[in-house]
């Protein structure tokens, strides 16, 4: 059965440090995605990465993958505010319909 | 382009009673799912359809019923509610190959089971 584990589900930092959240999964996948959520507000796509070593950045944050690993990371910048937010990892089970989510990472960015 | 309309956004149901969400998408997606999300937990697979007149069972079915008569439409039905039903929901949707750039999710629907 595939797992989904995302470290750490609580992160507080300050603005202007940088930060990496990360997402193990436990069976073969080929899609990995990453998504935002603001308090009592639907999920937003931000990264879905296809392939081993792909990288995707937009603005502060970057998304990689390793699939030998089994491994995605999300890296954070320079925090600032706006980026509050809880951070979900997404995998797609290989040749299914099915998705699987961790169980998120509730990210506060402090002044 | 509306994207995907869920209705309502929010419900509370009695012990037992039924009830149905509505989920709606105007984009032509052939795939359409359903997910509850629970604190700490993620958002977990209910049911899901690949096109109109087709439906399978997520990780958590039970309680919970769907059917898919047309391309834009795949209502969810709560059989007879229980407390342990309430969560939050989500509809999403993406084009079969569209997978590839992510899913498309309504706004919620937020019930209580009393």
């Known amino acids: 059965e595939l797992k989904v584990e995302q470290n750490p589900l609580f992160l507080s930092m300050q603005e202007g440090k940088n930060y990496t959240i990360y997402c193990n999964y436990s069976?073969?996948?080929?899609?990995l995605y990453w998504y935002r959520q603001d308090p009592g507000k639907s999920l937003e796509s931000l990264f879905v990465l296809l392939s081993n070593g792909a990288v995707k950045q937009e603005g502060r944050l970057m998304a990689s993958l390793d699939t030998k690993a089994r491994l995605s990371t999300l890296h954070i910048t320079a925090a600032v505010h706006d980026l509050s937010a809880t951070y979900f990892c997404?995998?797609?089970?290989?040749?299914?319909?099915?998705?699987?989510f961790g169980a998120g990472t509730r990210l506060t960015v402090k002044p | 382009n509306a994207g995907v309309t869920q209705t309502p956004k929010f419900q509370v149901l009695k012990t037992g009673q039924s009830m149905t969400l509505q989920c709606a998408q105007d984009?032509?997606?052939?795939?359409m799912s359903w997910y509850r999300q629970d604190p700490g937990m993620g958002l977990r697979l209910i049911h899901y359809?690949?096109?109109?007149?087709?439906?399978d069972q997520g990780e958590v079915p039970n309680g919970y019923n769907v059917s898919r008569s047309t391309t834009e439409d795949f209502p969810l039905r709560l059989l007879s509610a229980a407390p342990s039903q309430t969560s939050v929901y989500f509809c999403?949707?993406?084009?079969?190959?569209?997978?590839?750039?992510?899913?498309?999710f309504g706004s919620g629907t937020r019930l209580t089971v009393v």
């Open positions: 984009m032509n997606h052939e795939y």
């Open positions: 359809s690949v096109g109109a007149g087709i439906t």
């Open positions: 069976t073969t996948s080929d899609r």
């Open positions: 997404a995998v797609d089970i290989y040749n299914n319909n099915d998705m699987r």
């Open positions: 999403a949707s993406s084009t079969r190959t569209g997978r590839a750039y992510g899913y498309t």
